[in-house]
């Protein structure tokens, strides 16, 4: 039986330009103006799953991210990687979200994709973590959104047998804990917060780029989730306002030490840096 899966995409500063990344001092968010982004590691990872799952049993991916206008480029990828269609919520007011906020507002665009095809999703896939804030939090709140079992660090995923019911598989799933790993079966809907040892993401082909290009790139501010759909967002859950993690105060640490120039012969040099280390509790030693 095919099976309909999401994906959800983050875009992430290229670390090869970390140290132009600042904070901005009053919102007190990165500023990721000009900073060029790439797809989070590990969400190609769960971009893997989803190919993997599809191959075996058909069906659809979608990819789906909140993030800027230009994350269009970053799904275009994941598009060219395989997956079926895409989705970016983008919208000033989504911006400066935490972990709530921003698993809020993905819960609500998976249920507006839902509601458009008219099909829900059996799988959504995560990486477990992001690469610029690890906070590991987005599969396990999106999973609460979505009143679906979760799991966080899969790295294993493989089919057991069908559901007497209805035919559908179970799956036995297995995740990473400090000395070992933990076994779990579960049966869909599931939300899986995917680990790098899941397996090796596929490289993107020219064929797969060519092919990119005629599938559908659907891009929702906010405007589009009308309430009359029942879908609507809450605007007290979303973006920075809509955060219960609020940053403290932001300041740049002095860095900056005293020196002293040392003159005289070399004697005298070593004898004041010694009275420097006493004076400071240094206890010198010197054996014969």
């Not at 095919?2 to 994906?7: D, E, F, S, T, W």
């Not at 769960?46 to 993030?67: H, K, P």
């Not at 799988?123 to 079992?149: H, M, Y």
Request: charged share 25%.
């Amino acid at each position: 039986m095919p099976y309909n899966v999401a994906v959800c995409i983050k875009p992430v500063p290229d670390p090869k330009y970390y140290d132009r990344i600042t904070i901005d001092p009053q919102r007190k968010t990165i500023v990721r103006s000009g900073i060029p982004t790439m797809i989070n590691p590990v969400d190609k990872n769960a971009v893997e799953a989803a190919m993997q799952l599809r191959e075996r049993f058909g069906g659809y991916v979608a990819a789906i991210s909140m993030a800027p206008p230009d994350a269009r480029e970053i799904l275009r990828e994941v598009l060219a990687m395989g997956a079926d269609a895409a989705y970016l919520l983008s919208d000033r007011a989504f911006g400066g979200a935490d972990t709530l906020a921003t698993s809020y507002t993905l819960y609500k665009g998976l249920k507006k994709i839902e509601l458009e095809r008219g099909l829900p999703f059996d799988f959504v896939f995560c990486g477990c973590e992001s690469a610029d804030g690890a906070t590991a939090q987005v599969s396990s709140q999106l999973g609460e959104w979505l009143a679906f079992p979760h799991l966080w660090n899969v790295f294993s995923i493989e089919s057991v047998s069908p559901d007497s019911s209805g035919g559908r598989e179970s799956f036995k799933l297995r995740t990473k804990i400090e000395n070992g790993f933990m076994e779990w079966v579960g049966r869909t809907p599931l939300v899986l917060g995917v680990s790098r040892e899941m397996n090796k993401p596929r490289f993107t082909s020219v064929m797969g780029i060519m092919k990119a290009k005629n599938k559908p790139l659907t891009v929702w501010g906010l405007a589009d989730f009308a309430e009359d759909d029942g879908h609507g967002m809450d605007s007290g859950l979303i973006g920075l306002s809509g955060s219960p993690t609020q940053p403290g105060e932001i300041f740049t640490p002095d860095l900056k030490r005293s020196g002293e120039t040392l003159t005289g012969t070399p004697e005298e040099i070593v004898e004041r840096i010694f009275a420097v280390m006493r004076s400071n509790g240094v206890s010198l030693v010197f054996e014969p």
